[in-house]
């Protein structure tokens, strides 16, 4: 079944942990299906969260940030790597999930190249997307909490915040 925008229009810290072991499909231009399971996750809440983008501002960049539910939003990492991540929460209130990982490609990066994703998917959505989606085979998993990745820049507070979620196995 795959998630439509309610799913997604709820804070993001709850569709965070929620999206762990949810079903991410990337549909090739040559009709091939990728299919894989999302283990890992970390939750980025609005301008007060200094690990957040739109907690410089307003900018070009972070407009997307202000957008509505199921939006996708990638960005380049270090000039070389794309992430990609889902608008979450109310139009105007910017907040959003990193998928940092599927089963088998460990990292946001590795991910996005498995599923070819790149700028193009940008400002897109999740939600009736025929390239790519999220679905929900049913099953359940226990999940686990640690600090978020790579966010040193944003202070000890904030980057020692549990909001990164994965599949415990």
Not at 25 to 34: A, F
Not at 55 to 70: A, D, H, M, Q
Not at 131 to 152: L, M, P, Q, S
């Amino acid at each position: 079944m795959r998630l439509g925008e309610d799913f997604f229009h709820r804070d993001c810290l709850e569709v965070a942990p929620d999206l762990v072991g949810k079903i991410i499909v990337r549909i090739l231009d040559t009709g091939e299906e990728i299919r894989l399971r999302i283990t890992e996750t970390e939750a980025y809440r609005g301008t007060e969260d200094k690990a957040c983008h739109a907690s410089k501002g307003r900018t070009p960049r972070t407009e997307i940030l202000y957008r509505e539910s199921g939006v996708i939003y990638v960005y380049l990492c270090y000039g070389i790597h794309w992430l990609i991540n889902v608008i979450t929460g109310e139009k105007e209130q910017p907040q959003g999930v990193l998928i940092r990982a599927c089963e088998g490609f460990e990292g946001p990066a590795r991910l996005t190249k498995k599923l070819q994703v790149d700028k193009s998917f940008n400002n897109e959505s999740f939600v009736g997307n025929r390239r790519i989606y999220i679905c929900d085979d049913g099953e359940k998993f226990k999940i686990k909490t640690d600090k978020r990745v790579g966010i040193d820049y944003a202070g000890e507070e904030w980057a020692a915040k549990p909001w990164r979620f994965i599949l415990d196995k």
